[in-house]
């Protein structure tokens, strides 16, 4: 049974890019569950965000098809789950505890505190105007200190780890053996890292708790650059393949001047957010830098023995490192849409199947029992192959504007007819056309569009 609503073709509507944009998507995010401001019922704490029943999935299939795509679909690399909490040791090494800094300064008219490389005049506070009103820049480690054990001493302090690498370069000869994996090959790990940023912001975008996606790829070193080219358009190329149209995306080679000691090459796959281009993944040459550092520091071998050449070398590092929240953020931006059906606006999120938080809607015409058995023996057919909402509420017309907010591909809706002939609408996210299949050939008619 079509919905009268759906039938007109829709209008498009020009959607901005600017700030109008991004108050309709935290609008959006809030009104459908996608993210919370964290302890919001105790006033807020800035810069902290929960994510709720929708985007709890946006974002685990943000990583879910990271995974597929770097571990499940390669032969070439596995997985780990290091811990997030550190030694200090570990951070000596990498050079976290020493360079791991952003210049601070504070206005001293307005007390407002800001990252001395970020301001666009160096000498007027961009919240009060003042001019020549900062203090001397002084160094502000971001990495978050903490206690391991009851008792607070210098011996007990730990780290929560501010990048998720370290714990594949720690554990690179115990991955090595156990895997029997030879170079090329990478480690990936999807986790939680934490920085004391200055100034967070933009929603999402830079939080002081984020998820990292992040690969250690380690080469023979004649290898490297190959492999660095490689990863560089690999990682465009995802993020294009999700939906992201290329003209929201560029790689951006950092300058000889930006680059950090060790790196021989870094480029940036950045997407154009409301407020400018911004960074989703940078992909480094890293060199043996990190390897090096760790086998110094720990007095254990980090290197590899070629039997087929009979050398010994140290690997080197070749690290696509993505954020898992800032990419979500990315594919909503990407996918929020507009358009005019029958002079209502219908918003729409366009999202890829893969992305998608449901897959399928079962919606029920009515709430009356007679449809309800057959409507919970729909979804209950889809259920274990797809991820699945069901919602009787509301006149159907609103139930499906609902679900294109949700980015839902497909509607499947049971009605009166189909008590009888055991058929169900089938209605498509994008263009609003409409199927009558078979509850028996459902499975077969959805599977294959959701791939």
Same mark, same amino acid.
């Given at each position: 049974?079509?919905? &009268?609503?759906?039938?007109d073709?829709?209008?498009?509507?020009?959607?901005?890019?600017?700030?109008?944009?991004?108050?309709?998507?935290?609008?959006?995010?809030?009104?459908?569950?996608?993210?919370?401001?964290?302890?919001?019922?105790?006033?807020?704490?800035?810069?902290?965000?929960?994510?709720?029943?929708?985007?709890?999935?946006?974002?685990?299939?943000?990583?879910?098809?990271?995974?597929?795509?770097?571990?499940?679909?390669?032969?070439?690399?596995?997985?780990?789950?290091?811990? *997030?909490?550190?030694?200090?040791?570990?951070?000596?090494?990498?050079?976290?505890?020493?360079?791991?800094?952003?210049?601070?300064?504070?206005?001293?008219?307005?007390?407002?505190r800001?990252?001395?490389?970020?301001?666009?005049?160096p000498?007027?506070?961009?919240?009060?105007?003042a001019?020549?009103?900062?203090?001397?820049?002084?160094?502000?480690?971001?990495?978050?200190?903490?206690?391991?054990?009851?008792?607070?001493?210098?011996?007990?302090?730990?780290?929560?780890?501010?990048?998720?690498?370290?714990?594949?370069?720690?554990?690179?000869?115990?991955?090595?053996?156990?895997?029997?994996?030879?170079?090329?090959?990478?480690?990936?790990?999807?986790?939680?890292?934490?920085?004391?940023? *200055?100034?967070?912001?933009?929603?999402?975008?830079?939080?002081?708790?984020?998820?990292?996606?992040e690969?250690?790829?380690?080469?023979?070193?004649?290898e &490297?650059?190959?492999?660095?080219?490689?990863?560089?358009?690999?990682?465009?190329?995802?993020?294009?393949?999700?939906?992201?149209?290329?003209?929201?995306?560029?790689?951006?080679?950092?300058?000889?001047?930006?680059?950090?000691h060790?790196?021989?090459?870094?480029?940036?796959?950045?997407?154009?957010?409301?407020?400018?281009?911004?960074?989703?993944?940078?992909?480094?040459?890293?060199?043996?830098?990190?390897?090096?550092q760790?086998?110094?520091?720990?007095?254990?071998?980090?290197?590899?023995f070629?039997?087929?050449?009979?050398?010994?070398?140290?690997?080197?590092?070749?690290?696509?490192?993505?954020?898992?929240?800032?990419?979500?953020?990315?594919?909503?931006?990407?996918?929020?849409d507009?358009?005019?059906?029958?002079g209502?606006?219908?918003?729409?999120?366009?999202?890829?199947?893969?992305?998608?938080?449901?897959?399928?809607?079962?919606?029920?015409?009515?709430?009356?029992?007679?449809?309800?058995?057959?409507?919970?023996?729909?979804?209950?057919?889809?259920?274990?192959?797809?991820?699945?909402?069901?919602?009787?509420?509301?006149? *159907?017309?609103?139930?499906?504007?609902?679900?294109?907010?949700?980015?839902?591909?497909?509607?499947?809706?049971v009605?009166?007819?189909?008590?009888?002939?055991?058929?169900?609408?089938?209605?498509e996210?994008?263009?609003?056309?409409?199927?009558?299949?078979?509850v028996?050939?459902?499975?077969?008619h959805?599977?294959?569009?959701?791939?």
């Amino acid at each position: 049974m079509p919905d &009268a609503a759906d039938t007109d073709l829709p209008t498009p509507i020009e959607v901005p890019n600017d700030a109008s944009l991004m108050e309709k998507i935290v609008n959006l995010s809030k009104r459908r569950g996608f993210v919370f401001p964290s302890a919001e019922i105790y006033g807020g704490f800035r810069s902290t965000y929960d994510y709720g029943p929708i985007g709890v999935q946006l974002l685990r299939n943000v990583k879910d098809a990271w995974w597929r795509s770097m571990v499940q679909m390669r032969d070439d690399v596995v997985g780990l789950d290091a811990s *997030i909490l550190s030694p200090p040791a570990i951070w000596e090494a990498s050079g976290h505890l020493k360079n791991f800094t952003d210049p601070l300064v504070d206005c001293k008219a307005c007390h407002e505190r800001f990252r001395e490389d970020q301001l666009e005049d160096p000498r007027t506070c961009p919240n009060c105007g003042a001019t020549d009103s900062f203090t001397e820049a002084r160094q502000f480690n971001l990495m978050f200190k903490t206690h391991a054990g009851p008792v607070e001493h210098e011996g007990a302090v730990a780290y929560l780890r501010p990048e998720t690498a370290q714990g594949m370069f720690i554990n690179f000869s115990n991955v090595l053996q156990s895997s029997r994996k030879k170079p090329p090959f990478g480690i990936a790990q999807i986790g939680k890292s934490f920085r004391n940023e *200055i100034t967070p912001g933009n929603f999402v975008f830079r939080t002081r708790e984020f998820e990292q996606m992040e690969l250690e790829f380690f080469v023979p070193p004649d290898e &490297a650059d190959r492999w660095y080219e490689y990863w560089v358009d690999a990682r465009y190329q995802w993020y294009v393949e999700l939906g992201i149209p290329t003209e929201k995306l560029r790689i951006r080679p950092h300058d000889p001047d930006e680059l950090s000691h060790y790196s021989s090459g870094t480029a940036d796959v950045e997407f154009l957010f409301p407020w400018g281009w911004g960074e989703l993944e940078g992909i480094a040459n890293r060199g043996d830098y990190d390897l090096t550092q760790h086998a110094t520091h720990s007095g254990e071998k980090l290197d590899y023995f070629d039997q087929a050449t009979n050398t010994r070398y140290v690997p080197h590092v070749i690290e696509p490192a993505a954020g898992a929240t800032r990419t979500m953020m990315a594919f909503l931006l990407a996918a929020y849409d507009e358009e005019e059906v029958r002079g209502e606006v219908r918003t729409v999120l366009r999202l890829h199947p893969r992305l998608a938080p449901y897959k399928v809607a079962v919606l029920p015409l009515s709430k009356k029992d007679t449809l309800t058995p057959l409507a919970r023996e729909v979804l209950q057919l889809l259920q274990p192959h797809l991820m699945c909402d069901y919602d009787e509420t509301q006149a *159907i017309g609103r139930r499906y504007r609902r679900q294109d907010e949700l980015g839902t591909p497909y509607c499947v809706t049971v009605d009166f007819d189909s008590l009888e002939d055991r058929a169900v609408t089938v209605r498509e996210r994008d263009s609003m056309a409409q199927d009558r299949v078979a509850v028996d050939d459902l499975l077969g008619h959805l599977l294959p569009k959701l791939a």
